[in-house]
């Protein structure tokens, strides 16, 4: 007999912890979104990764801190997306 212990155990971590992969793939995708349409950045590599690491910093905490790390995540993007553009592509 083959024991599916194991099956339902994945199927319960399932089951109570889809919410936060759905958040997550909605951050990264509407950052993506926002950074391609709405600023017409061609590679945005920085925006899905800042709400991906804002939103699991965030998740918990009170809405100041959650906008405190909001704001400095979003000024090592910033300050990151400066230098890249100022070494320019392909520079080592």
């Known amino acids: 007999m083959v024991r599916f ?3 339902r155990t994945a ?5 109570h912890g ?5 958040e997550a793939t909605v951050a ?6 926002l950074a391609t349409r709405l600023l017409g950045h061609p590679q945005p590599f920085f925006a899905p990764a800042a709400a991906l690491i804002v ?6 905490q009170r ?8 704001l400095g995540v ?5 300050v990151a997306d400066l230098v890249v ?8």
């Open 55 to 60: 939103l699991g910093q965030a998740r918990g």
């Open 5 to 7: 212990s194991g099956l």
């Open 11 to 15: 199927g319960g971590r399932v089951r």
């Open 74 to 78: 979003a000024a090592g993007v910033l």
């Open 63 to 70: 809405i100041r801190r959650a906008v405190e790390v909001v």
């Open 18 to 22: 889809w919410r936060p992969v759905v």
């Open 28 to 33: 990264a995708t509407v950052a993506w979104l």
């Open 85 to 92: 553009q100022a070494l320019g592509p392909g520079s080592t």
